[in-house]
């Protein structure tokens, strides 16, 4: 299209989406009237009102302008996250609109050269390939959590696109350096603030419990140094959450005041997270934990089974900030200090969305964001977060316009709605660690005894395939030696067996004369022994192998009844009855079964537990030594 003017603007205000609430209408008729006057309008809307339905809608009145007037006009929308193209993706094409746009993704290589009037881009990728796209007019641009705008990245991207009509969309117009966003922006335009829409309905009601202000743990963040961006600095919260005393106040507040219930714990760091997840686990509840590392697959299949019930709890390091949209949330917990207002928002925001049989929200203030931020409903001055830091007098003035207009009024109110959510109730501690042992013991309690009888016929057994086999090993001058562990499927590691001799003449001439299977091309080939060491490591696996045949042989039917235990049951039954300083409490813990929870039977990762890694010494053919690590299973 060659240019959207106001003509083109007024003929859009006439269409009508019934699929609209009231306010979202409302703020659609906005935006056009404020793309009548500038290029560039940023809107707030609370987490949860629905921005993104808000903003297909305008994509879909362009797109029928376009059929209408036989005229091709192009729409980029912008997002920073896969889970935020999926979602805008998924609103695009739904029945209503069902508009299937093209992708400027990692996935999608050669998408310029075939593009559809609607494209979805990655800001990153965007921004790799400007060159193919410099040239590529779009005449509408969607930004989708515009909050993120002031990034270089988004500068590079935002100067190609200046003809364009520009609209950034956001729960949080903020930055936590206090820089606003009136540089990107000329116009904003603001929601009515949340507690108006839980009156309304659109939201969902709350309680909310937090920790005093005078709490040991809210008064100790003062102490912790600042990070570049002006939050607390990560291994300064670790040392202050990470403590074992401040874990069983997290999970003992969610068995006192949301029990049963299906949530979302906002954590640091993976240590924090996995932490946390195995807490929750040791009480019986159904927990997993995902962040940045987590295999996109693994995690679409958490999300999945979360969303199905199948999973109680998510932790969760910074992913469900943004675009994760499950209204069922009972409730959310606040385990990350944090000094953004907008983080804090973006994180209390995942609970207030209503859905079918949801009453209200809990949200479990365990860190005192509150003492801070105030209620999730409390009302914002976000347009002088707008103009924010050294604005001039021109821009306060516009910050208090908006601060201090009318906002919109919702067709139905019902003030008894927000009645209670303006009280905070205080999370008492008094008591939480028995809470969360006496949880423990009765949920390994559950399965215990009949774990245990499994666990100690699997160590008899592979007690006596040792004195049996490995004591009464005979050979000759070769003397064998090991070493026995309680363990479930090694009971005596390779690199702990091992051989001597009391007769070295004898055992060098029987090497001489003997020699060693090997397999080439497929063939099994003999060739000689290099000397004792060789030979003895030889007969040592055979030796092995043929003991942990017996061992798997003769525990088949024992495995067969640890079928149906989760690997997280065994790990919790080893931790509660052996101790964390046994053979199988260490390997379980070292491998991370957080991310999802098999069972015996399904469970393919033993090898990971017992690899054992070696480091040798050799010489390349130039005669210069160097070390290579060599994993032995």
């Known amino acids: 299209m060659e240019k959207i003017d106001n003509h083109v603007l007024e003929e859009l205000k006439s269409y009508k989406d019934e699929s609209l609430r009231d306010y979202q209408q409302h703020n659609k008729t906005e935006i056009y009237n404020k793309w009548e006057l500038t290029n560039t309008v940023l809107l707030q809307m609370p987490t949860g009102t629905g921005k993104t339905r808000l903003f297909v809608s305008i994509i879909n009145d362009f797109q029928n302008y376009g059929k209408i007037h036989n005229e091709r006009i192009n729409i980029l929308i912008i997002t920073h996250r896969k889970e935020l193209v999926d979602q805008i993706t998924g609103e695009l094409s739904n029945s209503e609109y069902g508009i299937k746009p093209s992708f400027i993704t990692p996935a999608d290589r050669y998408s310029r050269y075939h593009a559809k009037p609607v494209c979805v881009a990655s800001i990153q990728t965007l921004n790799r390939r400007l060159y193919e796209w410099k040239d590529y007019h779009f005449d509408v641009v969607v930004i989708d959590e515009a909050h993120h705008v002031r990034g270089v990245t988004y500068h590079r991207v935002m100067k190609m696109l200046a003809e364009s009509k520009l609209l950034g969309v956001t729960a949080t117009p903020y930055r936590l350096n206090e820089y606003g966003l009136a540089h990107e922006f000329d116009e904003l335009i603001v929601s009515p603030p949340v507690k108006n829409f839980i009156e309304a309905g659109w939201l969902s009601n709350y309680v909310y419990y937090s920790i005093s202000a005078n709490n040991e743990l809210y008064e100790g963040l003062d102490n912790i140094p600042l990070n570049n961006y002006g939050d607390y600095d990560e291994s300064g919260l670790w040392k202050i959450i990470g403590k074992d005393k401040i874990r069983a106040n997290i999970v003992g507040s969610y068995l006192r005041y949301a029990k049963g219930k299906k949530g979302i714990v906002y954590t640091i760091n993976n240590a924090h997270n996995n932490q946390l997840c195995y807490e929750f686990q040791k009480c019986g509840i159904r927990a997993y934990g995902i962040d940045h590392h987590t295999d996109p697959d693994v995690r679409a299949n958490i999300v999945k089974r979360f969303r199905t019930g199948e999973i109680d709890i998510i932790c969760n390091v910074n992913i469900f900030t943004e675009g994760f949209d499950c209204p069922d949330v009972e409730f959310v917990q606040l385990a990350r200090p944090t000094k953004s207002l907008g983080l804090y928002l973006q994180q209390v925001g995942r609970g207030l969305r209503i859905a079918p049989g949801k009453e209200k929200v809990i949200f479990l203030d365990n860190v005192g964001l509150y003492n801070r931020f105030g209620f999730p ?192 049951q065994i790990r919790i039954f080893f931790d509660t009855y052996y101790g964390s300083n046994h053979n199988m409490t260490i390997k379980l813990n070292r491998f991370n079964y957080l991310k999802y929870d098999p069972t015996w039977k399904s469970f393919k990762g033993f090898r990971e537990l017992y690899n054992y890694y070696v480091t040798i010494k050799e010489r390349n053919s130039y005669g210069y030594e160097y070390e290579r690590t060599e994993c032995r299973y």
């Open 377 to 568: 409903s409390t009302k914002r001055k976000w347009g002088m977060h707008f103009v924010g830091r050294g604005a001039t007098e021109y821009g306060i003035d516009y910050a208090n316009k908006i601060d201090n207009s009318q906002t919109f009024v919702f067709s139905h109110q019902n003030p008894d709605l927000s009645e209670g959510s303006e009280e905070v109730k205080l999370i008492a501690t008094t008591g939480v660690n028995d809470i969360v042992e006496e949880t423990k013991r009765e949920y390994v309690e559950e399965y215990s005894e009949r774990l245990k009888g499994i666990i100690n016929r699997i160590f008899e057994t592979n007690l006596r395939i040792c004195k049996e086999y490995l004591d009464t090993y005979s050979e000759p001058h070769f003397i064998l030696s090991y070493e026995y562990k309680e363990d479930l499927l090694n009971p005596c590691p390779r690199f702990l067996l091992s051989a001597e001799t009391d007769d070295m003449d004898y055992m060098m001439e029987k090497i001489e004369k003997e020699f060693k299977p090997v397999v080439k091309a497929g063939e099994i080939e003999y060739e000689d022994y290099k000397g004792w060491d060789d030979y003895c490591d030889t007969k040592l696996q055979m030796i092995y192998s043929r003991f942990m045949k017996k061992v798997s042989n003769e525990n088949k039917h024992n495995f067969q009844e640890l079928n149906p235990f989760t690997i997280s």
